[in-house]
């Protein structure tokens, strides 16, 4: 987001502002001298500021709210609404919130071993009870296969020589999947493996939001970037769910052994 793009996106809102204000202010001054024009009832006569002041504000919060939202769900025209420099600095309450309400997960990664793929955790007890009682759930997950070279160089790349820690937690990941996919054999979870050099980026797509961590060259997830996108869109979301879609359809189904 360069500051010409910020400046300009500021400006559209305050001259929406400006329009909308405008209106308020003609629409009250076309409603005071047709009032004035006419035999009303004592009652409106008797509080006609009061009323006139109650229902500018009641405008000025709905333009208020509007113009927050569009906001916050076009920012520079991407749909960015939350950005940290890590990571780590990312409550991850924020994702369980999101996935909480959603009809619709996709998740890609290398493992996603951590906060999700692990029992007894918050994500664990989430998503045990949409595949429960949430019948119309879809939960599709792309991970990296534990023993792709790709994923193998990625680890080297992180720890600066050769090492099982990516291959280790990689397994650990499919265990606990393999575990879901016995438990609730319905259909809802889909689970694909992908050569981890192909993995490029995290996801976490929530019906509409989307959370993104674009992984550096040799930092680990929690060290990298990370994105809060609203609405299926905008350019950002469109981009990335474009290349889910992609390595999706490239990767290999898995099944428990």
């Known amino acids: 987001m360069n500051n010409h793009g910020g400046i300009w996106q500021n400006g559209r809102i305050w001259l929406g502002i400006a329009k909308d ?3 308020v202010i003609l629409s009250f001054a076309i409603g005071a001298a047709t009032f004035f024009g006419q035999a009303l009832h004592p009652f409106f006569r008797q509080n006609w500021p009061t009323i006139g002041l109650a229902c500018a504000l009641i405008m000025a919060i709905y333009i208020l ?16 609404v939350g950005a940290w420099p890590r990571r780590e600095e990312l409550d991850s309450r924020r994702i369980f919130r999101a996935l909480q309400q959603a009809e619709s997960i996709d998740m890609l990664g290398y493992n996603l071993r951590s906060p ?10 989430l998503i045990r009870e949409k595949l429960n009682k949430q019948k119309t759930i879809r939960l599709r997950v792309l991970i ?15 720890d600066k020589h050769p090492n099982d820690r990516m291959r280790n937690d990689g397994n650990s990941s499919l265990e606990y999947l393999n575990e879901l996919l016995r438990t609730y054999p319905g259909g809802s979870l889909e689970v694909k493996l992908i050569d981890g050099d192909f993995v490029r980026c995290s996801c ?3 019906d509409e ?4 961590t674009p992984y550096l060259a040799s930092r680990t997830g929690n060290k990298c970037p990370a994105f809060e996108i609203f609405g ?4 950002f979301y469109v981009a990335f769910q474009r290349e889910f879609e992609s390595l999706w359809n490239d990767g290999q189904p898995h099944s428990p052994p």
């Not at 990296?144 to 992180?158: Q, Y």
């Not at 939001?209 to 993104?212: G, K, M, T």
């Not at 299926?232 to 350019?235: E, L, V």
Request: hydrophobic share 35%.
């Open 232 to 235: 299926k869109s905008t350019g």
């Open 209 to 212: 939001r989307l959370f993104v």
């Open 144 to 158: 990296a296969d534990p023993d792709s070279v790709g994923l193998a160089r990625r680890a080297e790349l992180e």
């Open 116 to 125: 999700y793929f692990s029992y007894g955790g918050a994500f664990d007890d």
């Open 21 to 23: 204000g405008a209106k």
């Open 204 to 206: 976490i797509f929530a």
């Open 65 to 80: 709210v509007r113009r927050e939202k569009e906001r916050a769900t076009n920012l520079d025209g991407g749909g960015i």
